[in-house]
């Protein structure tokens, strides 16, 4: 082994301190670790309130892991030992075909090793919001991350740190790709849907007529939601995708005259873009014309005690999300997500640094004669 791996540098070493007992992931004995720092600190209360810092890095140049552990093993110059990172490489890969064949068992495990020797590290910090206060969270060796990965890990992460008094309301990432479509892709209803919540659902998938149904399951991931209709004497469960499911707008039991509506008809039981033509106020009727299927126009009449049952808003993406807050699925708290100022205090700080030299980025800003952006 003293052939492949060379001590690493002082600083180097610094920042590897018991590398041996180093895993990826979270581990308990991190929660002792940054409550005995707050307390050495003298931090309490609000201090132990805050939000994570998250980034991916390449491995440095030289550094080997353990693919079966998973953890820094040591240190190689690449230039003047290519030969024996290849063989080194072999090994691990040697390594990855006897675990897998050991574990054959465990699906987890295979399409663990399946994806190979991690190319980055993906970095959790905790910071408090009231105190210069920073702790190192968790690590993972990754290639790539996908949008559903990198939710559940942040949001599992602020579910531990809870469990020990530390809360958790935000997080704090960079421009990345990546990160950007972590932030737009989470299911941010779905993961809030619990057992006995109403919500409306295309059962048909060809058409665009939504029905109210009450949610009664739901699979690990929450892709799949198994339901049964509010509106029906029928008992039937139905597990429908997520995408055929979508959050109902609210109640609304007053109406004017030429207000907007979908009206449920009870020709087909199928919802149907209508108008409000008139309100008969001393027998309390609200009148409906309606675009049928077939593209003629039919006249109705709502009973005031029936308003529930056969009238409801005109969908509004827009409207539901004016008054939509994140949350943290697992918690039921507010949760905050601010994108980029990390990689743009990054770049402008270096490209600072550098504006005397003459070396310039490909995309500049100048600003008195300095790029900065």
């Known amino acids: 082994m003293k052939k492949i791996m060379r001590l690493p540098s002082i600083s180097t070493l610094k920042s590897y301190i018991n590398e041996s007992e180093q895993c990826s992931g979270w581990q308990d004995k991190t929660g002792f670790q940054i409550l005995e720092s707050l307390t050495a600190n003298n931090i309490w209360g609000y201090g132990r309130v805050g939000f994570f810092s998250h980034d991916s890095f390449k491995i440095q140049k030289g550094l080997l892991w353990c693919q079966r552990k998973n953890c820094y093993v040591g240190y190689l110059d690449f230039e003047d030992e290519m030969e024996d990172y290849k063989s080194f490489a072999l090994q691990c890969q040697r390594e990855i075909h006897t675990t897998s064949e050991e574990n054959n068992s465990s699906n987890s495990i295979v399409e663990r090793q399946e994806r190979g020797l991690a190319t980055q590290i993906h970095q959790v910090v905790w910071h408090s919001a009231t105190h210069n206060f ?12 996908t949008a559903h990965n990198l939710n559940t890990l942040i949001f599992n ?3 531990r740190l809870e469990c020990i008094g530390i809360h958790t309301y935000g997080s704090i990432c960079d421009g990345a790709g990546e990160n950007r479509i972590h ?12 057992l006995g919540d109403v919500v409306e659902v295309n059962f048909n998938k060809n058409k665009k007529s939504f029905h109210a149904a009450k949610i009664v399951d739901s699979n690990f991931k929450r892709t799949k939601f198994t339901v049964c209709l509010c509106d029906s004497d029928k008992s039937e469960k139905i597990t429908i995708d997520r995408a055929f499911i979508r959050p109902p707008m609210p109640l609304k039991l007053e109406w004017n005259v030429g207000e907007l509506c979908e009206f449920k008809s ?29 593209g003629g126009n039919e006249g109705w009449k ?3 005690y029936h ?3 056969f009238l409801r808003s005109v969908y509004d993406d827009q409207e539901l999300l004016a008054n939509y807050k994140t949350v943290n699925p697992i918690t ?7 994108s980029d100022p990390t990689h743009v205090f990054k770049k402008l700080r270096n490209n600072l640094s550098k504006s005397h030299t ?6 500049e800003i100048m600003y008195n004669g300095k790029e900065i952006s």
């Open 358 to 363: 003459g070396e310039k980025n490909s995309r």
């Open 266 to 294: 009870p020709k087909d039981n199928q919802w149907y873009l209508g108008k409000i033509t008139d309100f008969d106020s001393i027998e309390s009727i609200l009148s409906v014309e309606i675009t049928n299927a077939e």
């Open 332 to 338: 039921g708290e507010k949760w905050f997500f601010i």
């Open 134 to 145: 920073a702790f190192p969270i968790a690590y993972y060796g990754i290639n790539t991350i």
């Open 183 to 194: 932030i737009k892709s989470f299911d941010w209803y779905a993961s809030t849907w619990s």
């Open 157 to 159: 992460l602020a579910a």
């Open 302 to 304: 709502v009973f005031n």
């Open 307 to 309: 308003i529930g049952k």
